[in-house]
């Protein structure tokens, strides 16, 4: 086909960072080798050792250079030697230019408003994510001094983990703190330059970054000064910022700006808030004002305030106080201080996208802040307040697109304070806690509910994890997001000092002094009032907030709520027409029997298996709707999915209609909207929305004509739809109906796709202006699977009348068959309203999980947020339509489009269409059907070739490949060579090239032992390697065979077609978000630790493996119960954010230091960015799949419509990792279809190094495509865990062998006609590949030019990455201990051993290394000695990870995030140091996420703990004195004692195990998730003894008074406490009463 090449898609050039070197050894430093930043110094201690053992000559040189303190008194400079960097660095493009646009994002970004507004683009977000580490000091007296800006500094220190380094390990991602003004130290200044002492009221200071050259920057100050001047400010003058430029990394060195300092007088205000503002207006005109000139990028404001200056920069956390010689200076006094620490997963970080911000400093990620930027930009011509005098104009825009997320939140606070609001009121505007159903705010707090409630139809929550740090220089505060997805912990001292962080112990602070401790929760904010000394915890702050204004009297007589309005009863249409309308919109068999029909039935999503193996909609020969053509964007890495189902409390699918009113302006009248409870509405709804007589609804007709022909009908259609749409805003309706309804359908008039309808006319509303005067409401035929629900409300429709797929539903149930069906029993009895309603759930729980996939929890964020891409859509039609989303190929123009919806319209007027619908076989393989790359011929093909052992045979089965229909995008490409041929034996052989083959993460109970024992053996014959997939792994297969006959062995009698030396271990272990089976003997038996972000056929989502498959073998090795059922949560509990990640990456490193550890991650625009994170998070390997991966159950939506195709990930990844410098420090690898040695050879081309395979791993084993996987009946017990299939199945090791062999056999043939003799020569090599000549049905405007694109290839060849070291973290903690004698002779000898040592925040998961040096002797519980360590300090994250039995571990102290993560046995006990200022039970002492995946063991923690305590605990058993959300979520055993208050949502998931809380005010039962457990109180004399036996083991460990208490009191506390049992324990004698145990010990049951 002619494929044209377009102007290449614009790649992102980024910025490679660099590290702090100093040779001052008394400075204060925090270095992780490896980590982040590999530096010419060791690791910075906080403590000197007091074991008395000897110590390694290496932890004594360490010692050495410990300092507690900065000292911040000299700075030596460092040399140029130094700071070169050891990979060969790429020329950059200048300061903030790092973005090349297309022509038509240039159109866009026009600067003046007014002319073409800028719509936000999903390329230009993905460059720019990221995550951090925050943290504000204040002092309660407002009394400045230098100790605060001392003290943020140190804390800015030891968060280096939390930040990133770019691959010259030098150049920092951002730090910054933000303070008052010093104006005492400015005043020496002055005095200096013999100007007047400034009058603090009425000056301001600016801190600019200017351009570097310096014509451009004398240019920029000339319109600086030319605009105060204007404006009536005079500047009083110029000050450059002292900079030690030496301390710079490279990369960030060379775009560094010219740093200066403004000063200016604002004679004509005197408020505080008027001079800001005018200063705010200033800065504005300026922004405006250079624009258009070629240096205007390179200005920008950190601040420009009258309270507040910002010192920021691309700078490692230790090098900014050294960077900045103002901030050493003891005259630079604040008091307050907040910093931050950047971690950006995009390596080109800019010195403006440093943090804080000019108000906020922000740790997390705003996942729809696409849609946040267009609503803002719709926002703009209503947005009007009294304060500004009439000068809005000159204040636009409000966005950003080109800014990162944060930047943008940013300046959404600032209109909005800069308007008259406070901040804590912007912020709760802006990100609102999770408010309805909660069970405190709706009882105590009913206004704060109201304000919300409120809000909700003015201002679209910024959705996402987030804790946000802010002040305005007279308040300080912090927020935590609705889910309280990131950490934050609190503390308050005697000598008034609040201080805010990320982490504990990244200040030194005397415990005794301490009087407050605490955590922020989900939706909680904290507030210091600076002017009155005063601490607002959270419901002090929004009851304050709430009170302002009538919010409850107005939603009372403003607001409208739609009651729910009776399903129809009977089908509207005759039989014959619902037929004729269903071919019409485009409906198959498969769509109404597996999808509509399924839902209404079940109520549920249908469920299906394998993966999506049929051509995208762009490549295919048959017409699809246009929803196809778009897929699901999901949550991966530095930000988490949502769990719909246990954390469901957070979402909602709440919905207003009607006008949005000016939100800077308070008034009854805002909250004048109709409430819809979910998007869906049935025809009776619609009609009651059209009655309402304040929306004035229009409804608009989308149909289009195509009597003069079909060229250029769609688009003038579509115009004439946006301008009536427009009339009917411009005349007042606040709703538009775009309905597709008609009497009667005509040939000639064929009807626009609804989404296009949608998508135009919310994207033409949004250019005029007039987005927020209406909503947009789809009445449509064409709409009945969940996706296509949230693709339409994910592109601006409020809400969706399905009325053809409600139609369907009635007409299924009043059939015959179906009242035949129910009367026999076959499904169950519904009746027709039922059936509707069930239909209508289904749909909206699909959406929450769409919308949760993405993290978002809130529909009215999703609404216009546009979380897709597109495959196979035209320039054209996206910037009409989907203006802003990403389409890398290009695809169909309108015409094409038009045709292709004239293809499924013209069926309904053919005189030959049949009297049913037609199957189009999307679904499921049929003769006729859609093609499908797994098809019985196929497998019959592969079976025969590696049974027969046939070269043949497997000829035959390359031909079948070869001849296929074009069905990936790698089939529209073909190699092409610069050499001649040479002979295939100068080639590497084929043993060298079956190492880089891999199979699929498949785990143990999604298949049978049979296939998964057959697969690894097959791996390690040839050196691949196997996957255990996620569910742990038998320890019988870790060694060889040395006892088989025959092909058979009594050690795994199942198997046939075994060998002598053969071993089962599988060299690639899982590690998922359940954590089954992960135990320490697990993970140090393993050659690759893989984390397995996302899986290809669903990403986003979390795993299942229904109750029947679940056999006592598989729940022995899972440690859970047979025949329940277990999920794995969406997204893994420790990794919320890109250092989360970095964080689990750590701790598998610490466990075991010889294994690589890999993340899988699944195909997406924007993978590159998260890649780049990944590398730098320390990971060895970085997978890649593709949507088309395979799975043993998904939802059918997840399957079709989420992820996009490797070979664009693949290609994304590997060219933004060599853009950053950072391909060389990881393996990529990529699976998703592979079949064959031409697609090994496509991959390699596109830079991958090794190549997975799971479909076809299966197949080759046996597997034959039945696709009934979830089922648990495999005809061939591949995928069964039923004995009697078992026995049926057919493969044996050889079979895989001999595929593999093959394969790299056709490698090797295909390398010897391109003339290369090595993998080595032809990976990363686009250039080897063009486009084949071939002609598409549907389009021939796909543009390969990305894929073709090339960046050039890496320094180091593929082997010699291949076989680099594993990763280190660097010296750590664990080293010190393991270097005494006494230690190692313990676990030599099995003895015993004390020890004590100090620990700050920098040690994180400690003790992991001593438990996999353990576990790797011993396994999980054979060692019979004792390691007891005591701590002093405050633990970094991870503390005790891994642990294992003969490990006693007591902290004294506090720790952070994850204590005990994994643990199988020992025993940890935390608790406050003696001498303590606060109530130890009211205090947090441990973080968040505890105990996740334990398998054994204890923890006593005197204290509480944060949320997520004991989420998926097997078997650990713990005792807390309070908790937060979230306690004892999916745990599937053990025992949970709280002794104190827990937050909401207690035991959601919570399958096993049991958990006693006490309930001393009556306030517990609404919190507790009743879906599974019950609650009941302590009867059982067996469950008496455990609760008190625990609660004594506690009191005697940790000296809790509060446990001492109740044991005192046992009678009056044992009644006040409630227990939690699931069904699976309800027969245990602890949770039966109707237990007895007999004198020999013997369980019977008491008669009723």
Not at 190 to 219: C, N, R, W, Y
Not at 457 to 471: H, I, K, N, R, V
Not at 556 to 562: G, H, I
Request: glycine share 10%.
């Amino acid at each position: 086909m002619a494929m044209q090449s377009l102007s290449p898609v614009p790649k992102l050039l980024s910025t490679t960072p660099s590290s702090v070197l100093s040779s001052d050894k008394n400075f204060f430093f925090v270095d992780f080798v490896g980590l982040y930043c590999k530096s010419k110094r060791t690791r910075r201690r906080l403590r000197g050792d007091s074991s008395s053992s000897s110590r390694s000559s290496s932890s004594l040189s360490r010692l050495s250079s410990v300092r507690a303190v900065i000292d911040l008194e000299r700075v030596h400079g460092v040399s140029e030697k130094d700071l070169s960097s050891p990979s060969a660095l790429r020329p950059q493009v200048r300061f903030f230019t790092d973005i090349n646009f297309t022509n038509t994002q240039r159109a866009k970004f026009h600067p003046l408003w007014g002319s073409f507004k800028q719509v936000a683009n999903l390329e230009d977000i993905l460059s720019e994510r990221g995550a951090c580490g925050v943290g504000f000091i204040a002092n309660l007296d407002n009394i400045p001094s230098h100790g605060v800006v001392k003290d943020a500094l140190i804390a800015l220190g030891c968060m280096e983990h939390r930040g990133g380094c770019g691959a010259d390990n030098d150049s920092g991602d951002g730090s910054g703190l933000m303070s008052s003004i010093p104006w005492d130290f400015f005043n020496v200044w002055a005095k200096e330059q013999s100007l007047a002492p400034f009058d603090k009221l009425h000056t301001g200071v600016g801190m600019i970054f200017l351009p570097q050259d310096d014509t451009f920057m004398q240019e920029a100050k000339q319109v600086i000064e030319n605009i105060f001047e204007k404006e009536g400010l005079q500047v009083l003058g110029w000050r450059e910022v002292p900079v030690n430029v030496p301390i710079v990394g490279k990369n960030a060195r060379e775009t560094m700006p010219n740093i200066q300092q403004v000063f200016v007088k604002i004679a004509k205000e005197d408020s505080t808030d008027d001079i800001e503002r005018e200063l705010y207006i200033c800065r504005k005109l300026i922004e405006r004002a250079v624009a258009t000139e070629s240096w205007g990028t390179e200005l920008y404001f950190c601040s420009l305030s009258n309270q507040t200056i910002v010192y920021k920069g691309m700078l490692r956390s230790e090098a900014l106080g050294l960077f900045y010689l103002d901030l050493q200076n003891e005259l630079y006094e604040s008091p307050f201080a907040i910093y931050h620490r950047r971690y950006s997963t995009n390596t080109s970080p800019r010195w403006p996208l440093a943090q804080p911000m000019r108000f906020l400093g922000h740790n997390g990620e705003i996942n729809t802040i696409q849609g946040n930027l267009n609503w803002m930009q719709s926002r703009e011509a209503s947005l009007k307040a009294a304060v500004w005098n009439g000068r809005e104009n000159e204040i636009r825009p409000f966005g950003n697109p080109r800014g990162s997320d944060s930047a943008n939140l940013d300046s959404a606070a600032e209109i909005m304070i800069r308007s008259g609001r406070t901040p804590e009121e912007a912020l709760m505007i802006l990100v609102p806690e999770a408010y309805k159903n909660h069970p405190t705010l709706s009882v105590k707090y009913p206004e704060v509910v109201d304000f919300y409630d409120y809000y909700k139809g003015q201002m679209e929550a910024w959705d996402g994890p987030a804790l946000l740090l802010f002040s305005d220089g007279k308040t300080v505060g912090a927020c935590l997001d609705r889910n309280g997805l990131r950490p934050a912990r609190y503390w308050r001292t005697s000598d008034n000092f609040v201080y805010v962080a990320s982490e504990v112990g990244v200040v030194p602070v005397d415990e005794a002094k301490v009087t407050m401790k605490g955590r922020l929760g989900p939706g909680m904010m904290i507030a210091v009032d600076l002017v009155n000394g005063q601490v607002y915890e959270n419901t002090e702050v929004k009851k304050r907030i709430s009170s302002f204004n009538p919010y409850g009297k107005w939603i009372k007589e403003n607001s409208r709520f739609l009651k729910p309005v009776n399903f129809k009863s009977s089908t509207v249409m005759e039989n014959e027409e619902i037929l004729r309308s269903q071919q019409a919109f485009g409906y198959s068999s498969e769509d109404v029997q597996m999808v509509i029909e399924s839902m209404a039935s079940q109520g549920k999503e249908p469920t299906f298996c394998m993966g999506d193996d049929i051509p995208l909609a762009g490549l295919s020969q048959r017409p699809h709707m246009l929803y196809d053509y778009f897929k699901q964007r999901f949550a991966q890495v530095t930000n988490p999915a949502i769990d719909p189902l246990r954390e469901g409390l957070v979402m909602s699918l709440e919905v207003n209609i009607g006008k949005r009113g000016n939100i800077l302006e308070l008034g009854p009248e805002n909250a004048s909207q109709v409430i819809l409870s979910n998007p869906v509405l049935n025809e009776g709804a619609l009609e009651e929305l059209m009655k309402d007589q304040y929306l004035k609804p229009k409804v608009l007709s989308t149909y289009f004509d195509i009597r003069k022909g079909v060229e250029g009908s769609l688009q003038k259609a579509l115009y004439y739809l946006c301008e009536a749409a427009d009339d009917a805003v411009r005349s007042g309706s606040q709703l538009l109906v775009l309905s597709d309804r008609s009497d009667r359908l005509e040939p000639t008039r064929p009807s626009i796709p609804i989404m296009l309808a949608v998508g135009a006319v919310h994207q033409h509303l949004i250019q005029n202006g007039l987005r927020m005067s209406a909503s947009i409401v789809a009445d449509t035929a064409q709409c009945f699977s969940t996706h296509h629900f949230a693709c339409l409300v994910g592109y601006g429709a409020s809400a969706v009348c399905p009325y053809l797929a409600l139609e369907t539903c009635r007409q299924w149930r009043l059939s015959n068959k179906t009242v035949a069906f129910m009367r026999n029993g076959k499904i169950p009895t519904v009746t027709i309203e039922q059936a509707q309603k069930n239909y209508t759930k289904a749909v909206n729980a699909g959406l929450l999980k769409i919308l949760s996939k993405m993290g978002i929890s809130l529909l009215s964020s999703y609404c216009g947020a546009q979380i897709f891409e597109i495959y196979g859509l035209g320039q054209d039609v996206v910037d009409l339509a989907f203006t802003g989303s990403v389409s890398k190929i290009s695809g169909l123009t309108f015409d094409e489009l038009a045709r292709e919806t004239l293809s499924f319209w013209v069926k309904a007027f053919s005189e030959d269409t049949t009297k049913r619908l037609e199957n189009f076989g999307f679904i499921q393989f049929r003769p006729g059907g859609e093609y499908h790359s797994n098809n019985p011929e196929m497998s019959k093909l592969l079976h025969k070739a590696v049974r027969e052992k046939s070269e043949t045979a497997y000829a035959v089965y390359q031909q079948h490949l070869s001849n296929r229909p074009v069905n990936v995008l790698r089939d529209l490409l073909e190699f092409k060579s610069d050499r001649a041929p040479i002979p295939v034996g100068k080639v590497e052989p084929a043993v060298a090239i079956v190492q880089r083959f891999c199979t699929g993460g498949m785990s143990l109970g999604a298949i049978s032992r049979e296939t998964h024992e057959a697969i690894a053996i097959a791996m390690n014959r040839i050196g691949g390697k196997s996957n255990s997939g996620e569910g742990g792994e038998d320890p019988i297969r870790w060694k060889p065979l040395t006892d088989v006959v025959d092909g058979y062995s009594p050690t795994l009698p199942h198997l046939k077609g075994l060998q002598n030396g053969d071993i089962a271990t599988s060299a690639i272990k899982q590690v998922a978000s359940g954590r089954f089976g992960v135990t320490p003997t697990f993970l140090v038996n393993a050659d690759q630790l893989e984390i397995k972000v996302a899986q290809g056929a669903k990403p986003g989502e979390g795993g299942q493996l229904p109750g029947k498959k679940v056999s006592a073998y598989i729940a022995r090795l899972r440690s859970s119960k047979p025949g329940v059922p277990l999920i794995s949560p969406p997204p893994h509990h420790d990794i919320y954010s890109i250092e989360d990640l970095a964080q689990l990456i750590f701790d598998l490193h610490q466990i075991n230091p010889n294994a690589k550890v890999s993340v899988k991650l699944v195909a997406e625009a924007g993978i590159g960015t998260v890649a780049s994170g990944v590398a730098k998070g320390n990971a060895d390997i970085i997978q890649i799949s593709g949507h088309d991966g395979g799975t043993g159950a998904s939802p059918i939506s997840s399957i079709k419509h989420a992820g996009g195709p490797w070979e664009l990930g693949l290609t994304e990844t590997h060219q933004t990792l060599i853009a950053n410098g950072l391909r060389e420090r990881v393996i990529l690898r990529v699976d998703g279809g592979l079949k064959s040695g031409v697609d090994v050879l496509m991959a390699a081309a596109m830079g991958a190094d090794e190549y997975g395979f799971g479909s076809l791993a299966m197949i080759a084993t046996g597997c034959v495509m039945a696709r009934i996987c979830h089922t648990n009946n495999c005809p061939v017990g591949v995928a069964s865990q039923r004995e009697e299939l078992r026995a049926r199945f057919p493969g044996v090791p050889g079979d895989l062998v001999n595929y593999f062999l093959y394969v790299a056999e056709e490698v090797r043939g295909i390398l010897a006609q391109l003339g290369y003799n090595s993998l080595d020569d032809i990976i990363g090599r686009t250039e080897l590949l063009r486009p084949r000549d071939i002609s598409l049905v549907k389009t021939q405007h796909l543009d390969l030019s990305y894929l073709l694109s090339s960046v050039g290839t890496p320094s180091l060849s593929s082997t010699e990455i291949r076989k680099q070291e594993v990763h280190t973290n660097g010296p750590v903690l664990d080293d010190d201990i393991l270097a005494d004698p006494l230690v190692i002779d313990a676990i030599e000898n099995e003895k015993v051993v004390e020890k004590t040592v100090k620990i700050c925040n920098v040690d994180r998961a400690a003790c992991g290394r001593v438990a996999g040096v353990i576990a790797k002797k011993y396994g999980d519980t054979g060692f019979a000695g004792q390691v007891n360590l005591t701590f002093l300090g405050s633990a970094g994250q991870s503390f005790g990870c891994f642990l294992i039995p003969g490990m006693n571990i007591r902290l004294i102290g506090e720790s952070n995030d994850y204590v005990g993560k994994g643990m199988a046995g020992g025993e940890i006990v935390v608790t406050p140091v003696e001498k303590i200022g606060f109530v130890p039970e009211e205090a947090t002492i441990v973080g968040n996420t505890c105990l996740y995946g334990a398998t054994g063991g204890q923890i006593f923690a005197r204290g509480k703990a944060g949320e997520r305590f004991a989420v998926r605990n097997s078997l650990a058993e713990a005792v807390v004195e309070g908790t937060g959300d979230h306690c004892c979520e999916y745990m599937t055993g053990g025992c949970v004692v709280v002794l104190g208050k827990v937050g909401r949502n207690v035991a959601a998931g919570m399958t096993g195990g049991l958990a006693y809380l006490l309930d001393e005010d009556d306030t517990l039962l609404p919190k507790i998730n009743r879906e599974i457990v019950k609650i009941q109180r302590v009867t059982a004399p067996a469950g008496e003894l455990q609760l008190k036996s625990l609660i004594e083991a506690h009191v005697e460990k940790t000296g809790s008074s509060k446990g001492a208490t109740i044991l005192n009191e046992w009678e009056k506390y044992l009644p006040l406490f409630w227990q939690l049992v699931p069904p699976s324990e309800e027969d245990t004698p602890e949770a039966s009463a109707a237990y007895v145990r007999t004198s020999t010990g013997e369980v019977t049951f008491q008669s009723a």
